[in-house]
């Protein structure tokens, strides 16, 4: 029977956590430059989406 140790565990759960929060950082730097984006082109609609989905994560 494999067992792991509690140290490997831990570095592999920090490994997806970091992994996981650079995903999420590019997530947001792209919602934010469509919010920008819509604001500038006037598109009230769109850049309230954007913002919601900001406010969401």
Do not use: N
């Not at 997530?27 to 469509?34: A, F, R, S, T, V």
């Amino acid at each position: 029977m494999w067992t792991a140790s509690r140290g490997g565990v831990w570095r592999c759960l920090m490994s997806v956590k970091v992994r996981f929060c650079k995903v999420l950082e590019k997530l947001k730097e792209k919602e934010m430059q469509d919010f920008i984006e819509a604001v500038e082109l006037f598109e009230y609609s769109k850049a309230a989406e954007s913002l919601e989905s900001l406010a969401a994560m």
